[in-house]
């Protein structure tokens, strides 16, 4: 399936992950785990077996939240030639298009609770990335984790986002400790999503340029922006991001996340006002965090 946002040097989280389709304005999905690997599982001969007790699966959730764009052009603007270009009116329309699309990034990407609105003055919310993750969240003093409405057994969706906690320097040992724990819990995290500065950090790691290779030819050789680092569970993309959380570090297994649309980004006309036309972009979109153990964060960074 063609992704929501087709640049990945924009948007390189939605691009990363999935999509799916939303059903309702909260849209909801089960989580489970595997039962721990049992090295006596053994059984004599001819035994009559017992039912086994399953682990009961999660029932998360998320809002989705209506994104929108206007455009309105004067009918002097739709009938000159401006330099460059033929419509001003279309030419602002797919502006607005790839802004809409970078508000979906900064959204999906940031630490925000989600709110289930009122239908009348207050808007739904979906909740962002960094409000999702609690099982493998590496904070500095004083830092909280989000908060999820079922409580403690991590059901319902995220009412309270991360609390930010003492600053700290980004280290290559914090990021092992962070990629072992999202191994040890089962994922295979193979994106580092972070502000250029906290990438730039990682690309001084001690050791780091052996470790780098071209993501191309599959040539080896040293690459100055730290694409691909060779951690101990794996390879790891270190990607920047333009809009994500300055302070912190997304560390993800895309296959555990997707945008769940409800209303796919369209063009709806608008009531024409005096002498202009007026268009509005929307859309209507949740993020679902399928399992949220799957990957972590490294918050309350600072670059070096």
Known sequence: ????????????????????????????????????????????????????????????????QIMTKVVGTSTTDRAVHNAGRSDEHAYQLARAGQELKRDIEARFTGNFAAIPGDGAVVAR???????????????????A???MSGGDNGSGYPTTAATAGKARLYTEA??????????????????????????????????????RRD????????????????SDVGEVQFVPD???????ALVIDPEYWSVATLDPIQKRSLATTGLADRDALYTEIALRCHNEAA?????????A
């Not at 400790?177 to 819990?185: A, K, P």
């Not at 990957?295 to 670059?303: F, K, T, W």
């Open 125 to 143: 919310e979906t909740a962002g990335a960094l409000a999702w993750l609690r099982s493998n969240a590496h904070r500095g003093d004083g830092g």
């Open 242 to 248: 333009r809009f994500c959380d300055n302070s912190s």
């Open 215 to 230: 993501t191309g030819d599959q040539k080896a050789r040293i690459i100055a922006g730290a694409d691909i680092y060779v």
């Open 1 to 64: 399936m063609k992704s929501l946002c087709g640049n990945n040097l924009e948007t390189p989280f939605v691009t990363a992950i999935g999509q799916t389709t939303a059903k309702n304005t909260y849209t909801e999905w089960q989580t489970d785990n595997l039962a721990s690997a049992n090295a006596q599982n053994k059984q004599v001969e001819g035994a009559d077996l017992a039912n086994e007790s399953r682990q009961p699966t999660v029932r998360v959730g998320n809002y989705t």
């Open 145 to 147: 984790n989000p908060v």
């Open 174 to 211: 914090l990021l092992k400790e962070v990629l072992g724990d999202i191994w040890v819990s089962g994922g295979q995290p193979n994106m580092v999503i972070t502000s250029l500065k906290l990438k730039q950090t990682a690309a001084a790691f001690p050791g780091l340029a052996s470790n």
């Open 295 to 303: 990957s972590g964060v490294l918050a309350d960074l600072s670059a």
